[in-house]
């Protein structure tokens, strides 16, 4: 059965908590709240929305009108708006804008359920009621797929000869087909059940020319965490997720006990993440279109922009290896605990290009982190494993930060050469000086060099102890 997912936007939550509260008791599980029109259109371009209720005044100047304008005629988002008073403005903005319905403050739960129930079916109607041509063409395909799945894919659907769909009956068929044959190659098949997933997806790369499209899903484990906790009684699905976790997440990541994993569940329903999914797509040699959550699973539109990197290396075990920037530019790997998913160094660019950077210098909103990686990060634990980096010599116990190639082209030159003098460090001058946004920690590298070429030795001592003091005060955290 389809979800309908409702936002609602207010400013200040007076009233949106309330109707929140009166539509899940009456079914709809899915309520958004937020406040703001930029949490919105996040929402809305992640194909997370279906409704929108909007219940903030609707102000004179008419920058709210052009922002609801857009939401119905751009995303074309059903709209319900909540008035305040049935005002002569209100009567002009109905007007114009004909959403879906309106309600006057304050109104009945009763008049609210009507509103979005009829909504609801209209919306049905609307976009789900005769075939498309698309769905016509693709028979296959439609019947696989709910509605609202297929009017996610059904943009990026080529001529029926240049379009592959696999399928339970076929989907090992890829790997025989001649190279760049088709524009389009479309998996039922969930991600979580292919057999070696990363060989599979070079096949589909080879069989797609650049700028062809692979279209497929998965289950993350955040939806079958869900999933777990709703459908088993309190009790029981907390002994579920428990074994769940330590069967389906911490035994195939343990290299002494991976192969017998595989070799029992011939790499069926494995435990994926939304990081892991995208992650193997882009060491794989695609590119990230679009993204969402559809009912229970994770939709993806990938386009090919090159080979696959054949990576053998990809973050995977308790400790793993970072490239990055050592003396005179030489590269070094980095050794840490891992505390993201696996496959995450892959999307950095990525997330950085969708959300920028956060407040402490580092990628905004990074969905990467696991839950135990936040805990060692807090505690700077997962830098532990550098004093291997140390032993070895391409390390010290103070110095600047370990860079990779992508983030040291950000730096300004001046400071560039002088990182080249410098061996990289575990304590890097920022948490000393709790200077964490990305200006600032720059700044402190220059403030660090100054103070390294007048006083060597003396430095770095300083340095330890007013990082190790900063941290214990948790005056600077590291995630």
Not at 83 to 100: G, I
Not at 232 to 257: E, Q, T
Not at 261 to 277: C, D, H, P, Q
Request: with cysteine; charged share 30%; proline share 5%.
């Amino acid at each position: 059965m389809l979800v309908t997912r409702i936002l609602i936007l207010e400013e200040n939550n007076c009233l949106s908590g309330s109707i929140k509260n009166v539509l899940k008791d009456n079914g709809y599980e899915s309520v958004e709240l937020v406040e703001t029109k930029k949490q919105t259109l996040e929402l809305i371009e992640n194909n997370l929305v279906d409704i929108a209720m909007i219940v903030i005044p609707i102000g004179e100047n008419g920058e709210m009108f052009g922002f609801l304008e857009s939401i119905k005629t751009q995303h074309q988002i059903p709209l319900v708006l909540c008035f305040e008073n049935l005002t002569m403005h209100a009567y002009e903005v109905m007007a114009s804008l004909k959403p879906a319905g309106y309600l006057i403050k304050p109104f009945k739960n009763d008049k609210l359920l009507s509103i979005i129930k009829d909504v609801c079916q209209k919306d049905h109607d609307n976009n789900f009621g005769q075939k498309t041509l698309k769905e016509k063409v693709f028979p296959e395909v439609y019947k696989a797929l709910d509605k609202r799945k297929f009017h996610f894919v059904a943009p990026y659907l080529s001529d029926r000869d240049k379009t592959l769909v696999l399928s339970e009956s076929n989907y090992t068929q890829i790997e025989s087909e001649p190279k760049s044959t088709y524009d389009v190659i479309i998996n039922l098949i969930k991600t979580n059940n292919l057999r070696r997933i990363n060989k599979y997806l070079e096949s589909v790369n080879e069989k797609l020319p650049n700028g062809g499209y692979y279209i497929g899903y998965a289950e993350t484990k955040g939806l079958r965490k869900k999933m777990i906790f709703t459908k088993y009684p309190i009790g029981f699905n907390y002994l579920y997720y428990f074994f769940y976790f330590i069967i389906k997440r911490v035994w195939p990541k343990l290299p002494g006990l991976r192969k017998l994993y595989f070799l029992i569940t011939k790499g069926r329903n494995r435990a994926m993440s939304r990081a892991e999914v995208l992650g193997r797509l882009i060491s794989c040699g695609f590119k990230i279109i679009d993204e969402g959550y559809i009912e229970s699973d994770f939709y993806f539109i990938a386009q090919k922009i090159r080979a696959p990197y054949f990576d053998m290396k990809a973050s995977y075990d308790l400790i793993f290896k970072m490239k990055r920037v050592g003396k005179y530019g030489k590269p070094i790997y980095v050794y840490k605990f891992r505390t993201m998913y696996p496959y995450s160094e892959y999307i950095q660019d990525y997330i950085l290009k969708r959300y920028g950077y956060g407040e402490n210098g580092k990628p905004a909103r990074d969905f990467r982190l696991t839950r135990w990686g936040r805990f060692l990060r807090r505690y700077w634990l997962d830098e532990l494993p550098q004093i291997i980096n140390v032993l070895k010599g391409e390390m010290k116990i103070v110095g600047i930060r370990p860079v990779s190639e992508r983030f040291l082209k950000e730096y300004p030159e001046d400071v560039k050469k002088m990182r080249m003098k410098y061996k990289p460090g575990c304590v890097p001058p920022y948490v000393a000086l709790i200077k964490q946004e990305i200006n600032e920690y720059i700044e402190s590298e220059r403030i660090y060099f100054k103070e390294k070429e007048k006083n060597p030795y003396t430095t770095d001592i300083k340095y330890f102890f007013k990082a190790i003091y900063n941290i214990v005060t948790h005056k600077i955290k590291s995630a």
